[in-house]
């Protein structure tokens, strides 16, 4: 626990990934040997993974430390990242670290007194500099399973304090593991650019195994893509790939260095992978800064001669451990037939857009766009529905940023127009919520991605289930699990004999509702009546009532 990792970091393992200027002094977050399920970049839905994940070994109430002086600058509780607790360090970088279990006094007192004050067990802290300070190796929460977690484990987030990037922090850790696993592929992408390649006889996206020993067939403008995960020692825990290399008859065409990023550049994700395939081509509206090719061909590879072009992905880790993948794709002339389209339904990255059909508007600013897209748009509907349902395209394309969608109803079956939302329809026909709002004859909503919406109605309350409530008079904690089928829960209220309770979601995962009971807000020794009101995000309402003893 004594030992500080000091410059010796510049030469640990990582040979041409060294950083730019000398790694501060920190000590290690936990007691125990260092061991990692995640790792930063890691791939996740429509963000990179900010930070690292430190196994608890399973253990929950773990001492987490400080990695260096410096003052406690932010407190969270939450249902996404559970307990949170930032920290910023006089050596110009901050950290984040979520999923913890408990803070330390005196931050646990006041989180507490904070959650009854709002009556929410979502609160926010934002002390002054010198409120908390921390020195290195203290003591400053206790390492949980809070939050979307799916079992015990410390994310820690480590962000240039100047610039607010994050960046990778497995440089100040390396002394503490041993990493000589290379990363593995599982498979390639080939992309024909639209209307200007071919692979395989067709103009779709086509997969290969990594074990593809045929040439593969293809002529026009393509782009690559390859699957891979890293591995560490002694882990099955799959994690992002820190470089990835192409070359096409030994010139590089495309590179990725997972180091560092802005918050903003994390939706971008969404443009550089397709259906789990890193692309080795950029989209023209791809800003992420991480991916790099030469900026007139952008990763694309004209296969333009009747000839073996051969491709060779590098594949390299933060530790510096490489592994190689080769494939051949041959050049074989073919008519290439060009992108057939309604030109109303032509969608360019860099100009706004707008589609007009009956009973629908659709609206996408400059910038939501990647790349041009060209709807397949469709629509069905019967004079017993609610409204049309309207296929934007057949495939769900990611928007940047959120974009105006607006649905008209042909029929109201009640009255009640807070019961309606815009559903998003999946392509086996199931319903998911984008949410919206009803106005004069119109459901309005913002959408994150292309595909098929309509309208429904949840009426439907929340389902509320006690768990063994024979068993709260000796645990002292009440817990229910709450479930809504379609739109999901908006809200939450527990009071035991009419004053505040303080309920939360400990762990989203679960989906359980948890009030652990306290002498301070609950007289002992006698008879309670608890009331439990749980809404959705239609206003439907269940409310609970029980007695307990305690």
């Known amino acids: 626990m004594k030992q500080y990792i000091t410059a010796l970091l510049l030469s640990c393992s990582l040979g041409a990934f060294a950083q730019e200027s000398p790694l501060p002094a920190f000590v290690p977050p936990l007691d125990s040997p260092l061991s990692f399920s995640g790792n930063f970049g890691e791939l996740r839905a429509n963000h990179f993974h900010g930070g690292i994940d430190f196994k608890l070994g399973g253990v929950i109430g773990k001492p987490?430390?400080?990695?260096?002086?410096?003052?406690?600058?932010?407190?969270?509780?939450?249902?996404?990242?559970?307990?949170?607790?930032?920290?910023?360090?006089n050596n110009g970088y901050t950290t984040i670290n979520r999923h913890l279990d408990a803070f330390v006094q005196p931050i646990s007192g006041r989180v507490k007194k904070l959650q009854y004050e709002q009556e929410s067990w979502e609160v926010e802290i934002t002390p002054e500099a010198g409120e908390y300070p921390v020195k290195g190796?203290?003591?400053?929460?206790?390492?949980?399973?809070?939050?979307?977690?799916?079992?015990?484990?410390?994310?820690?987030?480590?962000?240039?304090?100047?610039?607010?990037?994050?960046?990778?922090?497995?440089?100040l850790f390396c002394n503490y593991i041993t990493d000589t696993t290379a990363p593995r592929a599982e498979g390639f992408l080939l992309v024909p650019k639209p209307g200007k390649g071919m692979v395989a006889g067709n103009q779709t996206p086509r997969t290969y195994a990594v074990t593809v020993a045929q040439p593969i067939e293809a002529w026009g403008v393509i782009g690559a893509g390859i699957k891979a995960y890293d591995y560490m020692n002694?882990?099955?825990?799959?994690?992002?790939?820190?470089?990835?290399?192409?070359?096409?008859?030994?010139?590089?065409?495309?590179r990725s260095t997972v180091n560092r990023f802005s918050y903003d550049e994390n939706r971008y994700i969404n443009s550089w992978i397709y259906r789990g395939y890193m692309k080795s081509f950029i989209d023209p509206g791809n800003a992420l800064r991480m991916i790099h090719a030469d900026k007139d061909t952008r990763g694309w590879v004209d296969i333009n001669e009747e000839?073996?072009?051969?491709?060779?992905?590098?594949?390299?880790?933060?530790?510096?451990?490489?592994?190689?993948?080769?494939?051949?794709?041959?050049?074989?002339?073919?008519?290439?037939?060009?992108?057939?389209?309604?030109?109303?339904?032509?969608?360019?990255w860099a100009h706004a857009n707008y589609l007009q059909e009956p009973g629908l508007t659709?609206?996408?600013?400059?910038?939501?766009?990647?790349?041009?897209?060209?709807?397949?748009?469709?629509?069905?509907?019967d004079s017993g529905a609610i409204a049309p349902t309207y296929q934007l395209h057949d495939e769900a394309v990611p928007l940047h940023v959120p974009c105006d969608l607006t649905i008209g109803l042909h029929r109201r079956p009640i009255a009640d127009t807070t019961k309606y939302y815009v559903a998003g329809v999946t392509s086996k026909g199931s319903l998911y919520s984008a949410g919206g709002k009803y106005e004069n004859g119109f459901m309005k909503t913002r959408i994150r991605q292309l595909g098929t919406y309509t309208v429904a109605i949840d009426t439907v309350p929340p389902v509320?289930?006690?768990?063994?409530?024979?068993?709260?008079?000796?645990?002292?904690?009440?817990?229910?699990?709450i479930k809504d089928a379609q739109t999901g829960i908006r809200s939450y209220k527990g009071t035991i004999d009419g004053k505040y309770a303080l309920f939360g979601i400990p762990n989203s995962i679960q989906n359980l509702l948890v009030c652990k009971l306290d002498a301070e807000h609950v007289e002992r020794g006698k008879l309670h009546t608890l009331e439990l009101v749980v809404e959705d995000y239609c206003g439907n309402r269940t409310v609970v009532r029980e007695t307990f003893r305690w």
């Not at 470089?243 to 590089?252: A, C, G, I, P, R």
């Not at 659709?362 to 069905?380: C, I, M, Q, T, W």
């Open 64 to 89: 987490i430390r400080a990695l260096a002086d410096g003052y406690i600058s932010r407190i969270r509780v939450t249902h996404g990242s559970g307990y949170v607790l930032d920290v910023t360090y």
């Open 137 to 171: 190796g203290q003591v400053i929460a206790l390492g949980g399973n809070t939050g979307y977690s799916f079992g015990p484990h410390l994310h820690l987030d480590v962000i240039d304090t100047a610039t607010d990037e994050y960046v990778d922090p497995l440089p």
């Open 234 to 254: 002694g882990s099955t825990n799959r994690c992002g790939v820190y470089s990835t290399v192409l070359t096409v008859d030994d010139k590089e065409v495309f």
């Open 307 to 348: 000839r073996d072009y051969k491709f060779e992905y590098t594949l390299t880790d933060a530790s510096g451990n490489t592994s190689r993948y080769r494939f051949t794709v041959r050049g074989k002339q073919q008519t290439i037939t060009p992108v057939q389209h309604r030109e109303k339904y032509a969608f360019e």
């Open 362 to 381: 659709f609206e996408v600013p400059k910038g939501a766009l990647y790349d041009d897209v060209y709807l397949n748009f469709k629509s069905r509907g």
């Open 464 to 481: 509320v289930t006690p768990i063994s409530p024979k068993a709260w008079t000796n645990s002292g904690k009440i817990t229910f699990r």
